[in-house]
């Protein structure tokens, strides 16, 4: 179809077109090659799913695919199409077209790509892509606003209609600015209108004028105006705009840097548009020496923080050696009393031994007990602590160090601690063992002190037979 409707509007050069939220209107007395041409509109439209209406002065219908054209020729007629718009996607056909649906596009928030019927060459920009209307074009993938945060955040209109763009992407071009063709100049000034109104903090209306406030030292109100600026001051806008919106997080902060800056920098009595062109660059300047300023004081209070981080992780560090080493000497300690023990056992003479044998098993017993208990109580308090200190790290992680991220946050202290985490357990589980095995050990030879095992062999010996 889209063909068809250039071949015609070609044919129709010299009468009143106009094109108003998706339908085209023609009005005038047309040639017979120009009702030919509408005619295989009118035959397209059939499946393309749009609608043609052909109306004479008197109003009466015709169907221009079985009408005689000769009897039309030269008779006031007003076509109407209405073109069919597929998902996320909006087919123009005019300028005036283009024009509106620029003027629309903050109420049509899923629009991906507007499609302009003989565009020689797509308008890429961050947030919108306008390209040809070609024969056969579908749907469009679905709008994604990553291009930074909405305007009206920070320019906040106080009263009136006028306000600052929804989004900054639409109005940013990918490429170059120094274009002439008619669709990009139309896109071009809504560009510079849309920047304008996002380098603000109020606009309201008064007495039927559209004023700005810039707040700084001192806050200005001037009236917005209207002024076309040139490729170059165009360019400045858009890097300005960049700049604050798209370029990394903080942009508020560079928002209120650049109308701070603007506001100092202006002279009483001009226009925002008119002066915005001179006093920008020197204010976008200004304000990126200042971002800078402000950035290298965060990398101090950052670097700081960082070096309160490694403290802190090597005083968690030195806690968790700590207790290894207090679980590892306890454990020797318990075992050296099991060996005092039995060495005491078996260097006594054996003529006193046979009178201290349940003394002696009772001794074991009890070395055992104690062995035991010492293990579970230090084990249990080990956790403890380290249960408690986990739930604080994650206090001052969430606290402290909300702006490193997951994995930067891993690496600088997560990783560490929980390989520290893991020679504890590694050496708590050995000493558990070796505290298992000589506790077991006191036991069997309490049992052999009064004979336990030797009797429960004969009853087994005697069972077997």
């Avoid at 005038?28 to 005619?39: D, K």
Wanted: proline content about 3%.
């Amino acid at each position: 179809m889209p063909s068809t409707v250039a071949a015609a509007l070609d044919a129709s050069a010299g009468l009143t077109v106009s094109e108003i939220n998706g339908t085209l209107t023609v009005t005038g007395q047309l040639s017979h090659p120009a009702l030919a041409a509408w005619r295989e509109v009118a035959k397209a439209c059939a499946i393309d799913h749009c609608r043609l209406t052909c109306r004479d002065e008197f109003d009466e219908i015709h169907d221009l695919r079985v009408a005689d054209l000769n009897e039309l020729e030269g008779v006031d007629l007003r076509l109407t199409v209405e073109i069919a718009h597929p998902a996320n996607a909006v087919h123009v056909a005019t300028a005036d077209g283009l024009r509106r649906v620029l003027a629309a596009l903050n109420d049509l928030p899923p629009v991906s790509v507007v499609r302009l019927l003989g565009l020689a060459e797509p308008i890429r920009t961050l947030g919108i892509l306008i390209e040809p209307w070609m024969d056969g074009d579908g749907d469009a993938a679905p709008k994604m606003f990553g291009s930074g945060p909405s305007p009206r955040r920070f320019a906040r209109t106080i009263a009136g209609s006028t306000r600052a763009p929804r989004e900054i992407g639409s109005w940013l071009i990918e490429g170059e600015c120094a274009r002439t063709d008619q669709a990009f100049a139309v896109w071009r000034g809504f560009s510079i209108n849309s920047i304008r109104r996002s380098l603000v903090n109020e606009i309201y209306d008064a007495d039927g004028v559209v004023r700005v406030v810039l707040a700084g030292t001192p806050t200005r109100r001037l009236e917005l105006g209207e002024a076309d600026v040139d490729a170059a001051s165009f360019a400045g806008l858009q890097a300005a705009a960049r700049w604050v919106y798209v370029e990394g997080p903080d942009a508020e902060l560079r928002h209120t840097l650049v109308t701070n800056e603007l506001a100092r920098e202006w002279r009483d009595g001009e226009a925002f548009a008119c002066g915005l062109e001179k006093s920008l660059p020197v204010a976008l300047e200004s304000a990126g020496l200042a971002y800078r300023a402000h950035i290298q004081q965060g990398s101090k209070d950052t670097i700081k923080s960082l070096s309160d981080l490694r403290k802190t992780l090597a005083e968690e560090m030195g806690k968790v050696t700590q207790q290894t080493r207090d679980l590892t000497s306890g454990l020797w300690r318990d075992v050296a009393v099991a060996i005092v023990t039995i060495a005491f056992r078996y260097s006594m003479d054996a003529a006193k031994v046979a009178t201290m044998k349940p003394t002696y098993a009772l001794v074991f017993a009890l070395v055992a007990a104690y062995i035991v208990t010492s293990q579970v109580v230090t084990v249990r308090s080990n956790r403890a602590f380290l249960k408690v200190a986990a739930d604080a790290r994650v206090l001052w992680r969430q606290k402290g160090y909300a702006y490193l991220s997951n994995d930067e946050f891993d690496a600088l202290a997560g990783t560490p601690l929980l390989q520290a985490r893991g020679i504890y357990d590694r050496v708590e589980a050995t000493a558990n063992w070796v505290a298992g095995i000589v506790a077991t050990g006191l036991i069997a030879s309490a049992g052999w002190e009064v004979n336990v095992w030797q009797t429960l062999f004969r009853r087994l010996a005697e069972m077997s037979c």
